[in-house]
């Protein structure tokens, strides 16, 4: 592992504190390589430790007692996980799973607990990251309760999408996700993510290209969807 890898500082929770205050929080951590498809922790586990990704990308997820996968959400280089655990003392909540291979710091949640005491700065982003996050789950819940299959499968690319440079209309999702992925994330079945996609390629909205899903039109995506409400 490369040593410039075993560092902090390019955590965007950090980049408020001074070289030295990472540099002893690196000292504190256990630096470890995954590799693509490995589990970083289990759904349930015990352990308390907060863990940062540094490089590649992870993606946090459960399993339904039916077998389904649920994809909660894809976490890139800067991100963190497992940061619930050592506030309120329970198991994991979902499990994480490398999508590429990755390089991520685990910290003992006794530091982490330390470390917000100690930086208000980095209270505070702890604190806006997890407001973001549970207005996003409050979105999430407002979908599946107003929401159809193909209206919450449509959201989701909306999601996904990230801005075309060259043109603000249209939106690219690269690598492109699988039908499956999809529908791990708004529970439903690959069948019906094929169909709705297969829809809107019919309608204009969808193109897909190698290894790439573009989105033609998202402002009159949007428009549609809110019409149809």
Wanted: charged fraction near 30%; aromatic fraction near 6%; charge should be neutral.
């Amino acid at each position: 592992m490369a040593p410039q890898t075993q560092t902090l500082a390019n955590v965007p929770m950090f980049r408020s504190l001074e070289r030295a205050a990472v540099k002893a929080l690196d000292a504190r951590c256990e630096w470890r390589r995954v590799a693509a498809k490995e589990w970083v922790i289990d759904y349930q586990d015990e352990g308390i430790d907060v863990y940062f990704v540094v490089a590649g990308s992870v993606r946090v997820l459960i399993y339904a007692k039916s077998g389904r996968e649920v994809i909660l959400a894809d976490l890139e280089a800067g991100g963190f996980f497992g940061e619930l655990a050592p506030i309120d003392g329970h198991s994991r909540s979902a499990g994480v799973l490398a999508i590429s291979e990755a390089v991520v710091a685990s910290m003992p949640g006794a530091v982490f607990l330390e470390m917000l005491q100690k930086h208000p700065d980095v209270s505070m982003y702890v604190l806006k990251l997890l407001a973001a996050r549970v207005r996003a789950l409050d979105n999430r819940v407002l979908e599946y309760s107003t929401l159809d299959v193909r209206h919450r499968i449509s959201c989701e690319l909306l999601r996904l999408a990230r801005p075309d440079p060259k043109d603000a209309r249209r939106g690219i999702l690269s690598p492109a996700p699988t039908q499956a992925e999809i529908a791990a994330r708004v529970s439903t079945h690959r069948e019906a993510v094929a169909r709705q996609m297969k829809a809107l390629e019919r309608e204009g909205f969808l193109e897909r290209q190698r290894d790439a899903i573009v989105l033609t039109d998202i402002p009159g995506l949007v428009q549609r969807l809110e019409s149809e409400d």
